[in-house]
């Protein structure tokens, strides 16, 4: 499913080149749930981009099913977003005028699919999510928790292969935390690879694999029982 | 290709965004709606001092007799100057430069013109047959006065069409030519009907052969006035034809040159240049006026859909991040871009065009603006000018953006 080989990735501001991923080897297959650790600054997040095809990376190589995620067109790279892909962020990033459910369905607008469907099927996932209720709303009326949510249907309606998530429960409580852990091992149930970047043990404690960076290079990659 | 789901999603997004959406259309509107008031006040004003020369011919100098105002060889001041004929044939045999010239007389007749039942007032205005040419009047059926009419002292009209509308009614009107009318009682043989875009009662007039009417009516040779045409003289060559008849004039009856007020000469050739070069700069200021007025509506819109992209990156990386192509965010701004000030425009225009309406029928008829409309070319080419100007400075903005990594355009708050 992913494939990383010797991968590297730096920052440049100015006349500095910071080295932020040191070239990392990794397989994720279909179906796994996993969640990437690691302290601040170590490049978790750098890494989670460079899978979601939002940053280039310099060297090595990413293969994503099997295709070679380099050099690519911005709208071959919109086709793999839109397909493959889901992106949960930190920071939810909805689109502030428009309600939730439009937030939800926009992805469906991307793949062409008319209005009254992709408001039906964004109804479902809302629903899913238990926050049907505030379809209406716009996200300056919802709550961190619910605004995570929303994201989180977003990044599910499209049906991707994939869903990234970057610490997706780092601005909610510890309850509502869990029960979004609970969602998304429900998703991966499914069949959907997970990835979550996170900084919280029993986050972790929660998947099947637990991958700790360290300065940008992989320090270990444990496989959990659960 | 009208892809319906796209142009949803712009209006969504233009209904949700009010602010953003009324600056930029207020910016192209009010551009818009400031050149078509600038455009057709210029023209109002040129059209009503265009028709104020209306109904004469722009070469022709109109010597009328006054009273002296200065004493002058042993005269006192106050000295009514009369014409004759024979000023007339003077004039006509010695200036050099004469087109056309007529004679004419102001002297009140019993001015009841009837045709069977019908009568009415009208003005009775005795000349040569010149005179239609310096009064510039359309034929509209038969002719005008001719040298014969005048040489026998023939009993012959030209009317005008406001005299044959109410003198002939119904089944005669389109016989009034060669029908006899009463003019102070006396029958005429109507010849012509003429229409004049002259001031009112000058449409009203009948014109009759100008020795009968000394004949008839008058009993003696006094005329009133004598105007002629300069063919294409220049300014100067006409001035200098004014000088040399008001130097006759002042010789033969005995005033001072410097007197204006003893014989008038309006020379409308000098009248005529100077308004007209007057709204030559008029123009030429409105132009400036309208031009920088759609600079400022260029800078406004521009300005402002640069502010709208920049405030939109966030949004893009968000669109993009969820799958957007670059195609599809930029050809949605550009449309939605044109929309709006494509739309302000039209609104400006509408408004612009409204209120000039408006003034033309709300006040009351001014002689000196009349029929105020803006260049409808102009006015478009203007809403495109900014239509063009706005989208591209929209659309630089928009390609950096949809062409970014998603994460640089997130990045930005
Ligand atoms: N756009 C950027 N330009 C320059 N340096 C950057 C940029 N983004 C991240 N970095 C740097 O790269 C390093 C890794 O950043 P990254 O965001 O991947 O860390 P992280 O592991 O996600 O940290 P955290 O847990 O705090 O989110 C950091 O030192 C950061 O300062
Ligand atoms: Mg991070």
């Known amino acids: 499913m992913i494939e990383l080989k010797g991968l590297h990735k730096s920052y440049i501001t100015g006349n500095n080149k910071l080295h932020v991923l040191k070239g990392l080897d990794l397989i994720i297959e279909q179906g796994e749930l996993v969640s990437v650790m690691g302290s601040s600054g170590s490049g978790k997040s750098t890494l989670l981009n460079v899978l979601g095809i939002l940053d280039s990376y310099d060297n090595g190589s990413y293969k994503l099913n099997n295709t070679l995620m380099s050099n690519l067109t911005e709208k071959k790279a919109a086709h793999f977003r839109n397909n493959m892909i889901g992106f949960v962020f930190q920071s939810f990033n909805l689109i502030s005028f428009k309600n939730a459910m439009e937030n939800v369905a926009l992805p469906l607008y991307y793949q062409r699919v008319g209005r009254k469907t992709r408001n039906k099927i964004a109804m479902e996932y809302l629903d899913k999510m238990g926050i049907k209720d505030w379809a209406e709303h716009m996200p300056n009326e919802l709550s961190g928790g619910q605004k995570q949510r929303v994201a989180i249907a977003r990044a599910m309606i499209s049906k991707p292969k994939v869903i990234l998530a970057d610490e997706p429960t780092g601005a909610l409580d510890s309850t509502t935390s869990l029960e979004v852990m609970d969602l998304f091992r429900e998703i991966n149930k499914s069949g959907i690879t997970m990835i979550i970047v996170t900084h919280e043990r029993d986050i972790s404690e929660k998947t099947n694999r637990i991958i700790q960076l360290k300065d940008g290079i992989i320090e270990s990659d444990l496989i959990s029982k659960n | ?413």
């Open chain 2, 1 to 413: 290709m009208f892809d319906l789901d796209k142009w949803q999603e712009i209006f969504s997004t233009i209904k949700k965004n009010r602010l953003r959406t009324f600056l930029t259309g207020f910016s192209v509107a009010w551009g818009i709606f400031m050149l078509i008031i600038l455009l057709g006040s210029g023209r109002g004003l040129e059209n009503g001092v265009r028709n104020q020369f209306k109904g004469s011919v722009n070469n022709g100098i109109w010597i009328s007799s006054g009273r002296t105002t200065m004493a002058y060889q042993g005269f006192k001041p106050g000295r009514d100057i009369k014409f004759t004929n024979e000023d007339y044939e003077r004039v006509k045999e010695t200036i050099d430069g004469i087109d056309v010239i007529s004679a004419r007389s102001m002297i009140n007749i019993n001015n009841t013109i009837s045709y069977k039942n019908e009568y009415g007032n009208f003005t009775i205005s005795p000349c040569h047959p010149g005179y239609a040419i310096i009064k510039d009047v359309k034929i509209e059926e038969g002719r005008f006065l001719n040298d014969i009419d005048l040489q026998k002292y023939r009993k012959v009209v030209a009317i005008s069409t406001i005299v044959r509308d109410a003198l002939f009614k119904n089944g005669d009107k389109k016989k009034a030519v060669g029908k006899y009318i009463k003019i102070s009682g006396v029958p005429f043989k109507v010849v012509g009907v003429f229409s004049d875009e002259g001031l009112e009662d000058e449409q009203r007039r009948v014109y009759i052969p100008i020795y009968t009417a000394q004949r008839v009516f008058f009993g003696s040779n006094e005329i009133d006035q004598v105007s002629l045409t300069t063919g294409d003289k220049t300014i100067d060559e006409v001035d200098a034809m004014v000088e040399q008849i008001r130097k006759q004039f002042s010789a033969i009856h005995k005033f001072d040159v410097e007197d204006h007020r003893a014989i008038s000469i309006w020379n409308k050739a000098q009248d005529f240049k100077r308004t007209m070069d007057l709204f030559a700069g008029i123009r030429l200021f409105v132009w400036i006026v309208g031009i920088g007025t759609i600079i400022a509506g260029i800078v406004g819109v521009s300005n402002i859909m640069i502010i709208v992209v920049k405030e939109r990156t966030k949004e893009i990386g968000i669109r993009k991040a969820i799958g957007a192509t670059p195609y599809s965010i930029v050809s949605t701004i550009i449309a939605e871009s044109i929309l709006i000030t494509a739309f302000a425009g039209y609104v400006g225009l509408i408004l612009g065009i409204g209120l000039l309406e408006l003034i033309s029928k709300a006040l009351p008829p001014i002689e000196f603006f009349v029929n105020p409309e803006a260049d409808l070319r102009v006015a478009v080419s203007a809403t495109i000018l900014l239509v063009v100007s706005g989208t591209l400075a929209g659309l630089f903005p928009a390609l950096k953006a949809a062409g970014i990594r998603p994460i640089e355009a997130l990045r930005d708050e």
